[in-house]
């Protein structure tokens, strides 16, 4: 890296604003000699770029042009959240984004990264190294804003399961300990390093000690290209410069260098110092594009100085937020509303050479070949899968709401069906009761394994994090997710089956109970596997509890007990309602397992004294007689089998056809209608505001 132009670390705040102060009219010397542009101002000694920064074939370069992002609100049009914004990011240097609260810096760095929501539309080009290239899934790494981490995991279980999935498997299980360690430490949170993350319910690190863990994991793996949402929330300032320093120290000792691109809100001197570039926004309009060490001569010069002992980003964010009616620093009777400050200095930039040596740039990294980029290596499928499997066990164990306090429930609720049902006996009535009791077993007792919903939500999110960085498949997280839950939902089958099935005095032998546990098990695993398909479709877990229970209520009502199969209306219950409910296959099945080679006494004249239950299951509960019961759990067992194929084809697919419809919808943002604030002067030759 170049000789700074900045203070040292040591310097005094007095110094900074002299330095801040005392920039001149270059831009980045070193960068323009490595592409071959012509500099147009004097070279300074600007550190970003650095020599070798565009023959570095490693990095990453990030060019956006003309980028427009519309959100559509109803009937009403859309709004514009970006407006044809243009800028580039570079191997080696920390660009960041700042701007009022709601200017759309997140909206930025979503777009730059690949991941606007579906309610939005982009126009405009981003490319990487030249190449439109799809970003997400495993090319680069971004720290969201939210804190989506496995709160019952301590620090270093956390990192250190991230290394696991994520460091190739040519590094040792030592070395991989020991990265995750050092990162640990870079961040400052050795003294947290077994202290459980935490959540709601159960305190554990604070916000900012969480938004580290969060960085860690994200920087564990030296990406390319890493984007960070405001990394210094929950910071305190010293905490906030040593976070961002070791970000960009990392960076700029890593062979290859990484471009960094961060939203921040309030940067003291000293993080302002450690930014390359600085992309000002202004109600997603740019009011500055350019090295952050010239910002603040650009604001002087468009007749805003930074006023003395005053931070220049405090001075810059005051000056451009408009939330809050007046400029401070003006007098009440030359009050200047930001708006009109916010357009003297969008028009200021929009004909700057700041503006036009942005847009030469872009031009040339774009003409500039320097290869697609790579996807990063990771460990095998099947460290992935064990990795998984571990890490969502030890998740289980430690969360209460997971399994624990279903066991629990369960074990009462078993109590009580094996007092109400307590001794059937085997006379003619105990024929009503057995039914019911199974009815019941394989409906409602299954039916609140939707309990564990909530728990199973978070482990989404967590999964849409990493997979979405590229930490690891879908078809991992199913096979984690599904052999981690297996000892759980075997022991809530056995123990409160176990219950219900010897206190009542359910058909006796061993291997009819086997075969009850079976059913049991596989009716859990099948509404978990439910679940999870609905959890992939719904975007919340209140919607996801309703949807599941939904359809389990139509399951049930469709499953031939309340209704008898033949009763069933043809067109909706009985098909396809009757053969797609799980309840029909558990139902026969447990109503074969208890009533074949059991004879009941008949209470009516006329009738053989004893009735087999083989006629009780034809006659009386009209089951399927030509299939046997082991059909019906294999057909349970192949329906967990395919919903949890189903959740994987919805999660591939929204990952490949969402960027493609997101491509068909996306209009060019000036054929919308667009709601925006009507500027208070005529926007200047360029500016492509839409009223
Ligand atoms: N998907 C969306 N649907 C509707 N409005 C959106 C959407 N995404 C962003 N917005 C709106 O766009 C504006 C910019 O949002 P964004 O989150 O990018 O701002 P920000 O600068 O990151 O704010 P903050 O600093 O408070 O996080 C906001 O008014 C927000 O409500």
Redesign the pocket.
């Known amino acids: 890296m170049s000789s700074l132009p900045y203070p040292s670390k040591q310097s005094s705040a007095s110094d900074h604003r002299l330095n801040y102060q005392s920039t001149s009219l270059s831009y980045n010397h070193e960068i323009q000699a490595t592409l071959g542009v012509k500099t147009v101002a004097p070279p300074s000694s600007s550190r970003g770029g650095g020599e070798g920064a565009a023959t570095d074939h490693n990095g990453v370069f990030l060019t956006w042009e003309d980028l427009w992002v519309t ?1 559509s609100i109803g009937k009403k049009g859309s709004k514009s ?1 970006l407006q044809g914004l243009t800028g580039y990011a570079q191997p080696g240097e920390l660009l960041a984004i700042m ?1 009022p ?7 930025l760095l979503d777009t730059l990264a690949g991941r606007l ?1 579906s ?2 539309r982009q126009t405009g080009d981003i490319l990487i190294n030249g190449h439109k290239q799809r970003l997400a899934y495993g090319t680069s790494a971004y720290v969201t ?1 939210d804190e989506t981490l496995i709160t019952t995991l301590t620090v270093k279980e956390a990192v250190y399961y991230s290394a696991q999935l994520q460091l190739p498997d040519s590094m040792s299980r030592a070395e991989k300990k020991e990265r995750a360690e050092v990162t640990i430490r870079e961040m400052g949170l050795q003294d947290a390093m077994n202290t459980r993350i935490g959540g709601w319910g159960s305190k554990g690190l604070s916000g900012g000690q969480k938004r580290r863990v969060s960085i860690c994991i994200e920087i564990l793996t030296h990406p390319k290209l890493l984007f960070l949402d ?1 990394p210094t929330s929950g910071l305190d300032s010293a905490a906030s410069y040593h976070v961002m320093s070791r970000i960009v120290r990392f960076d700029r000792k890593d062979e290859n260098r990484r471009t960094v691109i961060a ?1 921040i ?1 309030q940067p003291s001197g000293e993080v302002f110092q450690l930014f390359d570039s600085l992309c000002l926004l202004s109600a997603g309009k740019v009011v500055y594009f350019g090295p952050a060490s010239q910002a603040n001569e650009f604001f002087a010069l468009n007749g805003f100085p930074c006023p003395t002992l005053q931070n220049p980003s405090d001075h810059f964010l005051k000056t451009i937020n408009k939330d809050f009616e007046t400029v401070p620093e003006q007098g009440l009777e030359d009050a200047i509303t930001a708006e009109v400050a916010i357009n003297t200095l969008t028009k200021a930039y929009k004909s700057s050479d700041h503006y036009q040596q942005v847009k030469r740039l872009v031009t040339e990294i774009c003409e500039k070949d320097c290869g697609t980029l790579e996807e990063r290596s990771h460990s095998n499928f099947l460290t992935q899968c064990l990795v998984l499997t571990r890490r969502s066990f030890v998740n289980m164990y430690r969360d209460l709401g997971y399994y624990w306090l279903r066991v629990a429930i369960y074990v009462s609720l078993a109590l009580g069906l094996a007092t109400l049902f307590y001794n059937l006996g085997s006379d003619n009535d105990s024929i009503q009761d057995r039914g019911s009791l199974l009815m019941f077993i394989a409906s409602f007792l299954t039916f609140m394994t939707i309990g564990g919903f909530p728990s199973f939500v978070e482990d989404m999110k967590v999964f849409e994090r990493e997979r979405l960085n590229g930490h690891y498949g879908a078809t991992a997280f199913v096979f984690g997710n599904t052999f981690s839950a297996f000892p759980y939902l075997l022991l809530i089958s056995v123990i409160p089956g176990a219950i219900t099935y010897y206190l009542p005095g359910l058909h006796k032998g061993y291997e009819h109970f086997i075969y009850f546990i079976l059913v049991l098990f596989a009716c859990m695993m099948l509404v978990e596997s439910l679940m999870m398909t609905v959890a992939s479709m719904v975007p919340n877990f209140l919607m996801g509890i309703i949807t599941g229970a939904g359809i389990q209520a139509f399951m049930v009502l469709g499953g031939g007990f309340f209704r008898l199969p033949n009763d069933l209306p043809q067109p909706f219950w009985k098909y396809p309602m009757y053969y797609i409910a799980f309840h029909k296959y558990a139902y026969q099945g447990l109503f074969k397992n208890e009533f074949e080679g059991l004879t009941f006494p008949s209470n009516q004249a006329g009738e053989p004294r004893t009735i087999p239950g083989e006629q009780i299951l034809r006659d009386r509960w009209q089951v399927e007689m030509g299939v046997s019961k082991w059909v019906d759990l294999a057909i349970l067992l192949g329906m967990v089998v395919l919903y949890r194929i189903l959740f994987l084809v919805i999660i591939k697919t929204t990952e490949k056809i969402k960027p493609i419809i997101t491509a068909i919808v996306s209009v060019p943002p000036k054929q919308t209608t667009q709601i925006m604030e009507i500027p208070l002067t005529t926007p200047s030759h360029g500016d492509q505001s839409v009223v």
């Not at 609260?101 to 909206?107: D, E, L």
């Open positions: 959100v959240i701007g609260s709601g200017c759309g810096k997140s909206t929501g309610n939005t804003q405001e939203s809100h």
